[in-house]
């Protein structure tokens, strides 16, 4: 079974900061689009970074400038380095592999668990 598991979610302040990890499954993570997606209660699923496997990334404007994905091919892990929080960006996270191509920020078969975020005013 693939297997991804998030770490790194917290509770911090708006304009604070949070990493978050994911390490997968190699047979996914050399192969596949991955990124990450996040929900919040009465909220659609949304992706809102990804990176291809010839690392190009992708982001959601929301978070776009705020927000940084990167990866750690020898580690198998996806990192999302978040900064300038906002309340609105309150959610569980969860890495996943997405469909191609990764610019449409589209979830695929594979998601882990998740980590929560949590940002107060």
């Known amino acids: 079974q693939v297997q991804l598991v998030e770490t790194g979610g917290g509770s911090v302040q708006a304009g604070g900061s949070l990493r978050l990890s994911c390490t997968a499954d190699e047979s996914i993570y050399k192969t596949k689009c991955m990124g990450w997606f996040r929900q919040s209660p009465g909220n659609d699923r949304e992706g809102i970074a990804a990176v291809e496997t010839d690392g190009s990334t992708a982001y959601r404007p929301s978070v776009q400038g705020r927000f940084t994905i990167s990866q750690d091919s020898a580690k198998n892990t996806l990192y999302l380095q978040m900064n300038n929080l906002k309340p609105e960006d309150a959610a569980w996270y969860h890495c996943?592999?997405?469909?191609?191509?990764?610019?449409?920020?589209?979830?695929?078969?594979?998601w882990g668990q998740g980590t929560q975020v949590t940002v107060s005013s």
């Open positions: 996943a592999s997405f469909l191609r191509p990764c610019t449409a920020l589209i979830g695929d078969n594979y």
